[in-house]
C-alpha cells in the first residue's frame, strides 16, 4: 500500500508517548534526603519529565526544600512543581521555590512552561489552587473581607490556570498541574466536611475550557486516584493516594486528522 504524500500534509502525524512521573505530598523534611535520592534516582530511564503536585515540604522550611532539591539536581530529565499549602506554613514560600528553582526545578506559581522531551513538545500550566468547594455548595463571595478575600484568591488562581493553559494551548501535549482538586470525584474517601477545604470546581472552569490530556492535583492524601471532569482525566496523585514514589502516566498524542477541505 503506498503511503500517503507528504506533500498533501493530510497524513496523521507519527504518535508519539511521553512518560510523565507524578506525585504530590511527598512532604520532605529534614530526614528526607536518602530516601527522596532513591525515588528520584529511580525515575532515570523511565520517565521523560517529573511533576510535582504541591506540598514538598512537611512545614516550608527552607532546609527542608533544600533536601529536595538536592535529590532533584541530579535528573536528567526536566521536572517542575507546584507549591502545596505547607511549603507555605513558614511564610517562607518565596525561598522554597528559589531553591527548588537553583536545582533546575521549575516552580510554576501561576505560570507554565514547556519542554521538549522525547520529541515532543509538552506544555505545562501550572498553580497552587485553593479553597471553596464544590457543586454550587462552596463558599460565596459574601460578608467580610476576610471571606472575600479567600474567594478572591481562588479566583485569581483560576484566572492564572486559564492565562497558563491559553499559552501551551498548540502544544501537542498539555497538562494542568495543581496542588488543591478541581473537582470532588477525586475526593472521595476524604470526610465531605472538608471537601470545601481541599479545593474548589471554580478551578474547573478553565479545565473544561481547554480539556488538557491530563490534570494533575495532590492535597487529599485520603482522596481517589482517578476521575473525569467531562472526559478531562484527572488523577490525585497525592503519594499516599497512590501508595508509591511516583505514578507514571504514558501519554500518547492524539493521531492528528485533518479537517475536511471546504
Ligand atoms: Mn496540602
Redesign the pocket.
Known amino acids: 500500500m503506498t503511503p500517503p504524500s507528504r506533500l498533501l500534509g493530510a497524513e496523521p502525524k507519527s504518535r508519539a508517548t511521553i512518560r510523565v512521573a507524578a506525585a504530590g505530598?511527598i512532604h520532605c523534611d529534614e530526614s528526607s534526603g536518602p530516601a527522596a535520592r532513591e525515588a528520584f534516582a529511580a525515575l532515570e530511564g523511565s520517565a521523560d519529565l517529573v511533576l510535582l503536585a504541591?506540598?514538598l515540604t512537611t512545614h516550608g522550611e527552607p532546609r527542608q526544600a533544600a533536601v529536595l532539591a538536592d535529590a532533584c539536581r541530579e535528573l536528567s530529565m526536566p521536572a517542575a512543581a507546584v507549591l502545596?499549602?505547607?511549603d507555605h506554613h513558614a511564610g517562607r514560600g518565596d525561598e522554597v521555590a528559589a531553591i527548588l528553582a537553583e536545582a533546575g526545578v521549575d516552580v510554576l506559581d501561576r505560570r507554565h512552561a514547556t519542554y521538549s522531551v522525547a520529541g515532543c513538545h509538552v506544555g505545562v500550566a501550572g498553580i497552587k489552587g485553593f479553597v471553596g468547594g464544590f457543586h454550587g455548595l462552596g463558599l460565596p463571595d459574601f460578608g467580610e473581607p476576610s471571606l472575600r478575600a479567600i474567594y478572591a484568591e481562588t479566583g485569581a488562581e483560576a484566572e492564572a490556570l486559564a492565562e497558563g493553559l491559553t499559552k501551551i494551548a498548540l502544544c501537542p501535549f498539555r497538562i494542568a498541574l495543581l496542588?488543591y482538586a478541581p473537582l470532588s470525584d477525586t475526593l472521595r474517601g476524604e470526610p465531605t466536611e472538608i471537601w470545601a477545604f481541599l479545593g474548589s470546581d471554580r478551578l474547573a472552569a478553565p479545565l473544561l475550557e481547554h480539556r488538557p490530556d491530563l490534570v494533575l492535583h495532590?492535597?487529599a492524601h485520603a482522596g481517589t486516584f482517578e476521575a473525569s471532569l467531562d472526559g478531562v482525566p484527572v488523577h490525585n496523585v497525592s503519594v499516599p493516594v497512590i501508595g508509591r514514589d511516583f505514578w507514571i502516566f504514558e501519554l500518547e498524542s492524539a493521531e492528528h486528522v485533518p479537517g475536511a477541505l471546504h
Request: negative net charge.
Open positions: 505530598d504541591g506540598d502545596g499549602n505547607h496542588h495532590g492535597h
